[in-house]
């Protein structure tokens, strides 16, 4: 522990000079945030030109017919419009917010409210809640009307659309009473600590975190997810069993097989897997069930469980800890900085003792230039996890030895269900090197395709 602290000690004099010299933060956070922004757009006009494309590549040309590619262009093209005007309106209204103090105010609103119900500043937990809740309601008010687009004009348009204006505003309500019920709490323990641990917080935190993902891990799937949508059990027959004798051929340790009303906001698909290490669950979206065939079904398990068998949740989830191990090992020289607050137009009473819920929302701001690389780096990682769990199902009959019979088409099945997810959610089928790098956390389809041939070519030869 001493050696950490001294190492943390270490990083905090490099960064001293925040503390005292008059930086403007303003200044750099607008120029970094827009600097992102225009290179967003930018990968957004390179993708732009490929919705024009007239034929699919070649790998697909015989698994599209026509008309679901136009519609399927067509539909990207749209999408990225939007994208291209939403991410340009959200940079401005973020930076008009920033520009003129909105951080400030919310602050002092916050205060003023207290106030009225007979609680001073000295209660600054109290007050930190109320900041924050301000600052998340307020900032998601101009997105509104977007989201709204999107859902009811754009996703609507294509055939995808299934949220009645009804259930658009009971999810916006649980949303933002779900995010005060769970994150009031859980921001008055992470500023407790910082009360009470003082600058040596660090390890505090961290394991204070950990145990809240912990914790999130069974909540979410009994008493989050059920607010949304209906899980109900999967009922019996084919698929059941297939996928049931997968998981105890591979020791997966299924607790429960759920099909979820995933059609009820949107006919977009997909099948994922959750839980602690020995009681896991199993999740098919309906509209999953109702395009692919069980044993495509199955394949799509197969993937799944190949990303639970080499581990990638838990090293993902290693990964984030270090990402947020390196941002707190950063931020105590953020803590006491009344510059970085008089740079947001803080009032000089408030910058002198800075509120740490204040130093650490500005802090993760200048952090966004370096958020930008390290989300490119997510991402790369992600694919390679992408490819070793398609080629565990590929290898799977291999894996399994006698008890894999009937398996070694598992891969040309994988392909063929990504192919009918793919077709049916109209997604992109051309898509440019540089923007796929930034954005995507999954290689394209037709490199998915052809690797999967790759692997089982491989396969057949060492055979
Ligand atoms: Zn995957």
Redesign the pocket.
């Known amino acids: 522990m001493d050696l950490l602290h001294t190492q943390l000690d270490n990083i905090q004099r490099k960064l001293a000079f925040v503390a005292v010299e008059n930086i403007d933060w303003k200044f750099y956070v607008q120029t970094f945030s827009w600097a992102v922004s225009i290179f967003e757009s930018y990968l957004l006009i390179r993708q732009y030109p490929l919705y024009s494309k007239t034929s699919p590549p070649e790998v697909l040309a015989k698994h599209f017919d026509k008309g679901v590619f136009e519609k399927s262009q067509a539909y990207g093209k749209d999408k990225a419009k939007f994208a291209l005007f939403s991410g340009l309106y959200k940079q401005l209204t973020d930076s008009l917010m920033l520009q003129y103090g909105f951080y400030a105010w919310s602050w002092s609103v916050a205060g003023r409210l207290l106030t009225k119900v007979g609680y001073g500043s000295e209660y600054q937990i109290l007050q930190s809640i109320g900041f924050v809740f301000i600052l998340f309601v307020i900032s998601s008010l101009p997105g509104l009307p977007l989201q709204i687009y999107g859902t009811f004009v754009l996703e609507e348009k294509h055939g995808f659309n299934k949220t009645t204006p009804a259930l658009f505003i009971s999810d916006l309500l649980k949303g933002w009473g779900l995010a005060f019920v769970l994150g009031a709490p859980f921001l008055a323990v992470f500023l407790y600590i910082f009360q009470w641990a003082g600058d040596r917080f660090v390890p505090w935190l961290m394991a204070f975190m950990i145990s809240f993902q912990l914790v999130m891990v069974i909540l979410y799937p009994t008493v989050i997810q059920p607010l949304f949508n209906k899980l109900s059990p999967l009922a019996e027959g084919e698929l059941r069993t297939r996928i049931e004798g997968l998981a105890s051929k591979l020791k997966f340790p299924l607790k429960h097989l759920y099909e979820i009303d995933g059609s009820k906001r949107s006919s977009h698909s997909n099948a994922y897997f959750f839980g602690l290490p020995w009681s896991k669950h199993i999740v098919i979206f309906d509209t999953l069930i109702q395009q692919s065939k069980p044993e495509e079904v199955e394949a799509v398990l197969a ?2 469980l190949g ?1 639970w068998y080499y581990l990638h949740p838990t090293k993902l989830m290693a990964i984030s800890q270090l990402h947020i191990f390196a941002i707190l090992a950063l931020f105590p020289a953020f803590l006491h900085a009344p510059p970085l607050l008089r740079a947001f137009d803080f009032p000089k009473a408030v910058a002198a003792q800075p509120p740490t819920i204040v130093a650490f929302l500005l802090f993760q701001m200048i952090l966004t230039p370096l958020e930008a690389v390290v989300s490119i780096g997510m991402n790369a990682v992600s694919r390679h ?2 490819w070793e ?1 398609d080629r565990f199902a590929v290898e799977l009959q291999d894996k399994l030895g006698e008890e894999g019979k009937g398996m070694s088409d598992m891969g040309e099945r994988l392909g063929r269900a990504l192919i009918t997810l793919h077709v049916k959610n109209l997604s992109t089928v051309w898509v440019d090197w540089l923007y796929s790098a930034y954005h995507h956390s ?1 290689p394209t389809l037709t490199e998915r395709l052809k690797a999967l041939e790759g692997f089982q070519t491989k396969k057949a030869k060492t055979q």
């Open positions: 993937h799944e990303h996890f992408e769990a999954h």
